[in-house]
């Protein structure tokens, strides 16, 4: 993680939730993210970003949540 990040990082407590239910608790508690919801297997670019959140949902699971989203 890089060090110029602030704020909450990590939200494991979101797992198994609605991806957009999770989009909404991750912008609330750290305003300085862009949460974005992303089906679990799509391609993504490998960069870090500070100001990122990937929430990655299943596919027929009613985009329930499937990865511990975090920062990057």
């Known amino acids: 993680m890089s060090s110029e990040c602030t704020g909450k990082t990590s939200w494991p407590e979101l797992l198994g939730t609605d991806g957009?239910?999770?989009v909404s608790v991750?912008?609330?508690?750290?305003?300085s993210v862009n949460a974005v919801v992303?089906?679990?297997?799509?391609p993504v670019t490998g960069d870090?970003?500070?100001?990122?959140?990937?929430v990655y949902v299943k596919k027929g699971a009613k985009g329930t949540v499937?990865?511990?989203?975090r920062v990057g």
Do not use: H, M, Q
């Not at 991750?26 to 305003?31: A, G, H, Q, V, Y």
């Not at 992303?38 to 799509?42: C, D, N, P, R, T």
């Not at 870090?48 to 990937?54: A, H, L, P, S």
């Open 20 to 22: 957009s239910y999770a």
């Open 48 to 54: 870090f970003r500070c100001d990122r959140v990937r």
């Open 38 to 42: 992303i089906l679990a297997g799509s």
């Open 26 to 31: 991750i912008e609330s508690e750290n305003p």
């Open 66 to 69: 499937v990865e511990v989203p």
